[in-house]
């Protein structure tokens, strides 16, 4: 295969490897990165001695995907750019317009969902589960056998099943209040109980995303939120329960979007400025008359 036809058969999977990384990664950016690295490796590759060009790229293409998350859980704190997408923040209650709202973005939260698996049981659930590989090929991409890709796959489900749905609100609810009330009283350890240890929490910045793993500095920048003015309240976040937080002034400071699994929050992906990438459809609550309120701080 000349150096013509191997470009000509890399386009030819382009989409469908760029659709797999971006699964994988959720960034279509990362994505087209993984991708190019892809293309790199098989033009210094004797591609006559490739027998299956679409098996080896999806290998290669997996492969690079785990060193990419594997990379961002080492490091604890990283940033990447990502496109930017409209936040939809509403009042958190039952009815149509709620219902129409979360159908829409169940995707959105399966795609937060995804950022709790480890790198291998991401790429093991989205390998069969979305693109239909077998275990046993599945095996060849992490380096495991058979029956341990299997059982990545199998662990990988059971935590993407056990996110509460967006039906199961009155939990998700309980769960979001739990945590404003710790926060609004500057708990420190309840808030601790209600996030999950390894929590996911995500920055979103005109600059990009910072990406922060424990519960323990989500816990004391909540904390410290509730001692200093701020007010919040629950919120409609992308079909989900969240917060929304004001200054004392009544001035938008925050949105968090939140996924909740097991009784527990397991994600947090914060807008920060939310007027500039966000449709606001609340007002900020009242200190006065909605102190009782234990969706409130």
Same mark, same amino acid.
């Given at each position: 295969?000349?150096?013509? #036809?191997?470009s000509?058969?890399f386009?030819?999977?382009?989409g469908?490897?760029?659709?797999?990384?971006?699964?994988?990664?959720?960034?279509?950016a990362?994505?087209?990165? #993984?991708?190019?690295? #892809?293309?790199?490796?098989?033009?210094?590759?004797?591609?006559?001695s490739i027998d299956n060009l679409?098996?080896?790229?999806?290998?290669?293409? /997996?492969?690079i995907?785990?060193d990419? !998350?594997r990379?961002?859980?080492?490091?604890?704190?990283?940033?990447w750019?990502?496109?930017g997408?409209?936040w939809?923040v509403?009042?958190d209650v039952?009815?149509?317009e709620s219902?129409a709202v979360q159908?829409? !973005?169940?995707?959105?939260?399966?795609l937060?969902?995804l950022e709790t698996?480890t790198?291998?049981?991401r790429?093991?659930?989205? %390998?069969?589960?979305?693109?239909a590989v077998?275990?046993?090929?599945?095996?060849?991409v992490? /380096?495991?056998?058979?029956?341990?890709?299997k059982? %990545?796959?199998?662990r990988?489900?059971?935590?993407v099943r056990?996110a509460?749905?967006?039906?199961?609100?009155r939990? =998700?609810?309980e769960?979001?209040?739990?945590?404003?009330?710790?926060?609004?009283?500057?708990?420190?350890?309840a %808030?601790?109980?209600?996030l999950d240890?390894?929590?996911?929490?995500r920055?979103?910045?005109?600059?990009?995303?910072?990406v922060?793993?424990?519960?323990?500095?989500l816990a004391?920048h909540?904390?410290?939120g509730g001692?200093?003015g701020?007010?919040a309240?629950?919120v409609n976040?992308?079909?989900?329960? /969240?917060v929304?937080?004001?200054?004392a002034?009544?001035t938008?400071?925050a949105?968090?979007?939140?996924?909740?699994?097991?009784?527990?929050?397991? =994600?947090?992906?914060? !807008? !920060?400025?939310?007027?500039?990438? #966000?449709?606001i459809?609340?007002?900020p609550?009242?200190?006065?008359?909605?102190?009782g309120?234990?969706?409130?701080w």
């Open positions: 295969m000349d150096g013509n #036809a191997t000509e058969a386009e030819a999977q382009r469908r490897l760029t659709a797999l990384a971006a699964r994988v990664l959720g960034s279509r990362d994505a087209d990165d #993984a991708v190019q690295e #892809a293309w790199l490796r098989l033009s210094r590759q004797d591609a006559a679409s098996g080896w790229l999806s290998t290669v293409v /997996g492969r995907c785990i990419m !998350l990379a961002r859980r080492s490091q604890g704190e990283t940033a750019e990502e496109p997408r409209e939809i509403a009042d039952d009815g149509p219902s159908s829409d !973005l169940v995707g959105v939260a399966l937060m969902v698996l790198p291998e049981e790429l093991a659930f989205v %390998l069969h589960d979305t693109f077998p275990f046993e090929e599945i095996g060849r992490l /380096g495991r056998s058979t029956d341990a890709a059982m %990545l796959g199998s990988a489900r059971r935590k056990g509460e749905p967006p039906t199961d609100r939990r =998700q609810r769960v979001v209040d739990a945590f404003l009330a710790a926060a609004r009283g500057g708990d420190f350890e %808030l601790l109980r209600v240890p390894d929590v996911v929490w920055v979103h910045t005109p600059r990009g995303v910072t922060r793993l424990g519960a323990r500095e004391r909540a904390a410290l001692r200093t701020t007010i309240r629950r976040v992308d079909g989900a329960p /969240g929304m937080a004001w200054r002034d009544g938008p400071l949105v968090m979007a939140c996924v909740v699994a097991d009784g527990r929050i397991v =994600q947090v992906d914060s !807008l !920060l400025r939310p007027e500039r990438q #966000a449709t459809a609340v007002s609550p009242s200190v006065t008359s909605e102190a309120d234990p969706s409130t």
